[in-house]
């Protein structure tokens, strides 16, 4: 069985706008694309069910995730820095009681 083939939102968009041209056929776009006219048909009908928002994907977009560990990574350095100079003030803190 084939690998199942996946396409980018570009991608999808560009494929539904060169079929809605005059003249055109979706077999005609299948073939010039290497995909099944049926899928371009797919395509159509949810970009006309969901507009701009279509084709989002699943799950957590790779923009977001990224944007979210580089959140958690500055908050865990702040912490660590804190961390940091609260041991380096109570090491000196130490020094000065014992001598």
Same mark, same amino acid.
């Given at each position: 069985?084939?690998?199942?083939? &996946? ?17 055109? !056929?979706?077999?005609? *776009?299948?073939?010039?694309?290497? *995909?099944n006219?049926?899928? *371009? !048909? ?27 560990? &580089?959140?958690e990574?500055?908050?865990?350095? &702040? ?9 380096? @003030? @109570? ?6 009681? !014992?001598?």
């Amino acid at each position: 069985m084939p690998k199942r083939r &996946k396409y980018s939102a570009e991608f999808k968009r560009e494929a539904v706008a060169l079929a809605n041209q005059p003249g055109v !056929t979706k077999a005609q *776009i299948g073939r010039e694309l290497d *995909i099944n006219p049926n899928m *371009i !048909t797919r395509w159509r009908r949810e970009m006309s069910a969901n507009g701009s928002k279509a084709f989002l994907g699943q799950g957590v977009a790779r923009d977001e995730e990224l944007t979210a560990l &580089k959140r958690e990574n500055n908050k865990l350095r &702040k912490e660590r820095d804190f961390l940091r100079e609260a041991a380096t @003030f @109570f090491a000196s803190d130490q020094k000065r009681s !014992t001598r």
